[in-house]
């Protein structure tokens, strides 16, 4: 090897991270290895019954809902990856929410290093807060509580948005290019916003009960009111690409811009057509009327480049992106709906084979029984008994808190356990002997 | 190929070995990733970014309970991956050709070397480099500075190893013909 290879290798080699951004990086990746621990088959298995199950009712025996915040810390610093894990999967008005967005959420905006990518992500968790909201409709549980969280959250990162869009318009990395990334990020969220709209005026005009439809008129006034902010920012963009000094950049930038509507109204088409079975009739309309739109957009686009109006062109181009990507998050919400839909479904059937069974009264107790975590507890704890002191009673007490769930029978005693606050079940093991499983119910 | 400690990597078994071992491998090839993607994508901030990433999506992977066989080979295929992604994101800014980045007064020395001090030779490579033709840059990082084999560089840019020997060699001397003018 010559000298001047070495040489360009000994270069080569000189570049890397300071010592400061290799120390952040490091901590940001091991932050992230914790929060993902490695799973064993069984675990997994674990955290998806918790999905739905477990988050709610074992942790709700602490009691007081106040006293979690920060107890959640607590929690997750001792029980680290796994609860954050099943936290992904939690609700506004779950235990395990604070843990979502405060952990969970919290090491993503860490691993985003620039405004960029910072504002990006800012836009998915907005999206992902009328997501919740939607789910929660689903579900049942959107109420004034649980709106007045969502909305408090949504509007925090549409904010966050738009200050880093600010930031990023400041940084110019040469060509324009923080305008353009603003602008980006701010048809992202327009396209956002757009679609959930949408989604959540066709939800409200379903529903039934009176405080959901205005939690539901709430939130749909400030997405409405977000949309409008970022719309009217646009204006400023539009300014900022007048300064471009060429007509020759200009150009180049709007051929882009269609090449990448052109790609994006192709995908959308693709991911439409594939998941046409799985949606409402209702979205897929609103999802091909979008379409069409976008590819008028992209129409009038192309008369603006004939009358070499570059800039207007562009911004056609834009729009045409924009709605295309409403139709496709609109597909998305859908999907995300009916899965969740579905899993509620499946949850509120086991509750109705309990009941059947047992005649409304201890279905809990039988509940239990089929939940794997708690089964293996009392198991583990009758052996351990059982090895000591044998012939004795064994008391389990299970403590739950208040719970709207299951109870909708309508004889009296069901309808106390919804009021009282809290539910005592005591099951009695007998170790001795046969073993008997002896469960009985109670009310305190 | 330089071995990096670990050629076998399925420790499913043992979850708190795996992390140790993969902060170790994360010690060892953090700079050489992050190196190999600021020299690609001429962005220094996405460049740590796509590192982490590099490194956050491998882990997932692992976390699944999934078993790799070749870590650092995994690595460098998961980051040219993100790196293509990255330039079909954004077609234009951050992998323009030099002629317009220069037309844009943009210095690429600026951009890699924003922040550290970089020795004279550091500047010359990296002016070589983004001469280079892309097909040829990447192969010839892949090969000298990652010290990756050509069976390795051939699964990563998904080529045949003629295909990657020939590049590598052409490639070769055409960065010789450029830092000796």
């Known amino acids: 090897m010559d000298k001047e290879f070495e040489q360009f290798l000994k270069g080569i080699k000189d570049i890397k991270l300071s010592q400061k951004e290799k120390e952040l990086s490091r901590t940001r990746v091991v932050d992230f290895m914790k929060q993902h621990p490695i799973k064993t088959i069984a675990t997994r298995k674990q955290n998806r019954a918790r999905f739905f199950e477990t988050e709610r009712t074992l942790f709700v025996s602490i009691g007081k809902k106040h006293i979690l915040m920060p107890l959640t810390l607590i929690i997750a610093i001792l029980l680290g990856g796994s609860v954050s894990y099943a936290a992904e999967g939690a609700f506004p008005g779950d235990t395990?929410?604070?843990?979502?967005?405060?952990?969970?959420?919290?090491?993503?905006n860490l691993l985003a290093v620039s405004a960029e990518s910072k504002a990006k992500l800012q836009v998915e968790l907005a999206n992902e807060r009328l997501k919740e909201a939607e789910v929660l409709v689903i579900n049942n549980r959107l109420n004034a509580q649980t709106q007045a969280k969502v909305e408090a959250q949504f509007q925090s990162h549409a904010e966050k948005v738009q200050k880093l869009v600010e930031k990023i318009e400041k940084e110019e990395k040469g060509d324009h290019r923080g305008a353009r990334v603003a602008a980006e990020v701010h048809a992202?969220?327009?396209?956002?916003?757009?679609?959930?709209?949408?989604?959540?005026?066709?939800?409200?005009?379903?529903?039934?009960?009176?405080?959901?439809?205005?939690?539901?008129?709430?939130?749909?006034?400030?997405?409405?009111?977000?949309?409008?902010?970022?719309?009217?920012?646009?204006?400023?963009?539009?300014?900022?690409?007048?300064?471009?000094?060429?007509?020759?950049?200009?150009?180049?930038g709007a051929r882009?811009?269609?090449?990448?509507?052109?790609?994006?109204?192709?995908?959308?088409?693709?991911?439409?057509?594939?998941?046409?079975?799985?949606?409402?009739?209702?979205?897929?309309?609103?999802?091909?009327?979008?379409?069409?739109?976008?590819?008028?957009?992209?129409?009038?686009?192309?008369?603006?480049?004939?009358?070499?109006?570059?800039?207007?062109?562009?911004?056609?181009?834009?729009?045409?992106?924009?709605?295309?990507?409403?139709?496709?998050?609109?597909?998305?919400?859908?999907?995300?709906?009916?899965?969740?839909?579905?899993?509620?479904s499946k949850v509120k059937e086991s509750e109705q084979n309990d009941r059947d069974s047992n005649g409304g009264k201890s279905n809990r107790d039988e509940r239990n029984e089929e939940d794997d975590d708690r089964k293996s507890d009392v198991q583990?704890?009758?052996?351990?008994?059982?090895?000591?002191?044998?012939?004795?009673?064994?008391?389990?007490?299970?403590?739950t808190g208040t719970s709207t769930e299951s109870h909708t029978d309508d004889d009296e005693e069901d309808d106390d356990k919804e009021d009282g606050d809290e539910v005592e079940t005591e099951i009695k093991v007998n170790v001795g002997g046969n073993s008997n499983l002896n469960v009985t119910g109670g009310v305190q | 190929m330089a071995s990096c400690g670990i050629s076998e990597y399925h420790m499913a078994q043992q979850p708190g070995n795996t992390h140790k071992k993969f902060i170790a491998i994360y010690d060892e090839l953090s700079d050489a990733l992050f190196r190999h993607c600021v020299l690609r994508i001429s962005d220094r901030e996405r460049a740590q970014e796509l590192m982490q990433d590099t490194f956050t999506k491998t882990w997932e992977y692992l976390a699944k309970g999934e078993t790799i066989s070749n870590l650092k080979a995994f690595l460098y295929r998961t980051l040219h991956n993100l790196i293509i992604d990255e330039y079909r994101a954004r077609p234009r800014s951050a992998h323009s050709s030099l002629e317009q980045l220069i037309e844009d007064g943009y210095e690429p020395v600026d951009h890699c070397g924003a922040r550290?001090?970089?020795?004279?030779?550091?500047?010359?490579?990296?002016?070589?480099?983004?001469?280079?033709?892309?097909?040829?840059?990447?192969?010839?990082?892949?090969?000298?500075?990652?010290?990756?084999?050509?069976?390795?560089?051939?699964?990563?840019?998904?080529?045949?190893?003629?295909?990657?020997?020939?590049?590598?060699?052409?490639?070769?001397?055409?960065?010789?013909?450029?830092?000796?003018?």
């Open chain 2, 116 to 181: 550290t001090e970089h020795s004279a030779e550091a500047r010359i490579a990296v002016e070589a480099i983004q001469k280079l033709g892309e097909s040829y840059r990447d192969v010839l990082l892949f090969r000298y500075v990652d010290e990756l084999s050509v069976q390795e560089i051939a699964r990563i840019v998904g080529e045949s190893e003629n295909v990657v020997s020939v590049r590598i060699h052409r490639g070769t001397a055409q960065l010789r013909e450029l830092l000796c003018a």
């Open chain 1, 188 to 252: 992202n969220l327009e396209s956002v916003l757009n679609a959930h709209e949408d989604v959540l005026v066709r939800i409200k005009d379903t529903s039934e009960r009176e405080d959901e439809t205005r939690a539901l008129a709430s939130l749909i006034l400030n997405v409405r009111a977000q949309g409008e902010i970022a719309s009217s920012t646009n204006v400023k963009f539009d300014a900022a690409f007048t300064t471009q000094k060429t007509d020759e950049r200009m150009q180049k």
């Open chain 1, 256 to 344: 882009e811009k269609k090449k990448s509507a052109q790609n994006k109204i192709e995908e959308v088409k693709k991911y439409i057509s594939k998941m046409e079975a799985r949606i409402s009739a209702e979205a897929s309309a609103q999802a091909n009327t979008r379409i069409v739109s976008a590819s008028e957009a992209v129409v009038a686009g192309d008369v603006y480049m004939d009358g070499k109006m570059y800039r207007d062109a562009f911004n056609s181009y834009q729009t045409a992106v924009k709605i295309a990507q409403e139709a496709k998050l609109i597909i998305e919400i859908e999907k995300d709906l009916k899965v969740s839909n579905k899993n509620k």
């Open chain 1, 96 to 108: 395990l929410y604070p843990i979502k967005i405060t952990v969970n959420e919290g090491v993503q």
């Open chain 1, 380 to 399: 583990i704890r009758t052996n351990q008994n059982g090895t000591t002191t044998t012939g004795t009673n064994l008391k389990i007490q299970v403590k």
